[in-house]
């Protein structure tokens, strides 16, 4: 069972870890590609979808879409540009539409008229060769939708502050734990030092003794005195 619990921790700790360092690679990536026309990514432009212009048969709001560059001459009615307003509403935006056909301006310039899907309105301005960034190629779902909820303060919260923050909590107790058994194995160590010099004292206390017994006991054989001999009886005449 405890087996069992330490896969599942090791499994869990390596979801935070991969989840922490998915959210800032991606925050990253995002805040330097998304909605940036001199930024690609893999040769691709990514753009987060504000409007549902093209919902009814394409993409939502909040998507997030990846147009290429191309050649704009190549170009035909039904294919799906992103391109740069001209219009005075909304001038400056990057809108995606799909073209309706080609056609030309007032000075003759070649363009295209394009129309949202959603209402199948035209465009009220054409859009010349100049203006056109790219065209459309797939989409990632409500990715656009994560990454400004990402940017808000409860979504840095949530995605990127509280990973990091289990992750340092989860090293921190592992720290005070390692520490601890650290300490206890010098505990150990210094208690079974000490009862080894314990030991060999009490060893030596004993050979002292046994020595000092011995000593005794010979300074006593050698402090006895000595049997007296008698003395000789002379001879004498009679």
Not at 19 to 26: E, G, P
């Amino acid at each position: 069972m405890k087996k069992v619990l330490n896969v599942i921790k090791t499994v869990f700790v390596w979801l935070v870890v991969a989840l922490a360092v998915f959210m800032m690679i991606f925050t990253v990536v995002s805040v330097n590609t998304f909605n940036r026309n001199d930024r690609d990514l893999f040769g691709y432009k990514a753009y987060i979808v504000n409007s549902d212009s093209m919902a009814k048969t394409d993409f939502d709001a909040g998507d997030l879409i990846f147009i290429k560059e191309v050649d704009p001459s190549t170009l035909k009615e039904g294919d799906i540009i992103t391109y740069l307003s001209q219009n005075s509403e909304s001038f400056g935006e990057t809108i995606t539409h799909k073209i309706r056909r080609l056609t030309r301006d007032a000075e003759g310039n070649p363009g295209f008229i394009t129309y949202g899907t959603t209402t199948d309105i035209d465009d009220d301005t054409i859009v010349t060769f100049p203006y056109i960034l790219g065209k459309y190629e797939t989409h990632i779902p409500k990715l656009g939708t994560f990454f400004n909820f990402l940017k808000t303060t409860q979504g840095y919260f949530i995605c990127i502050f509280v990973p990091f923050m289990l992750l340092i909590i989860y090293q921190g107790i592992n720290f005070f734990r390692l520490f601890r058994r650290y300490r206890k194995e010098q505990m150990d160590e210094m208690n079974a030092e000490k009862a080894k010099i314990e030991e060999e004292r009490a060893e030596n206390a004993k050979m002292l003794a046994e020595l000092q017994a011995l000593k005794a006991q010979l300074e006593s054989k050698t402090e006895a005195p000595a049997p007296s001999e008698e003395p000789q009886k002379e001879d004498t005449e009679e």
